[in-house]
């Protein structure tokens, strides 16, 4: 079974499991951080407004992808 478009286009360029939990924890730091950042005045509202929804949308389709990829088996990714 081919994973839908969806999941190979989050996916896209990813070898493995293990490279993408590292891209999921990476939006999760990211989140935690641009919030203290914005608190701060080190981003403006603006940008930061931007890039929390922006790391948020990543952080849930990548894992959606994961979640899709450990139901169907990630050998279908080849």
């Known amino acids: 079974m081919r994973p ?5 286009f989050v996916l ?3 070898p493995d499991r293990a490279a ?5 924890w990476l939006f999760v730091i990211a989140l935690v ?4 950042a ?3 005045d080190w981003l ?3 940008k930061g407004t931007f890039a ?9 389709t990548t894992n ?7 139901r169907h088996g990630w050998e279908a990714r080849a």
């Not at 839908?4 to 190979?8: D, K, Q, S, Y």
């Not at 993408?20 to 999921?24: E, P, W």
């Not at 951080?33 to 203290?36: H, Q, R």
């Open 44 to 46: 403006p509202w603006s």
């Open 12 to 14: 896209f360029g990813v």
């Open 38 to 40: 914005m608190k701060l």
């Open 4 to 8: 839908p478009f969806w999941v190979r």
């Open 52 to 60: 929390l929804c922006w790391f948020a949308f990543s952080l849930l």
């Open 33 to 36: 951080l641009l919030v203290p």
């Open 20 to 24: 993408v939990m590292g891209f999921y």
């Open 64 to 70: 959606a992808a994961i979640r899709w990829l450990d």
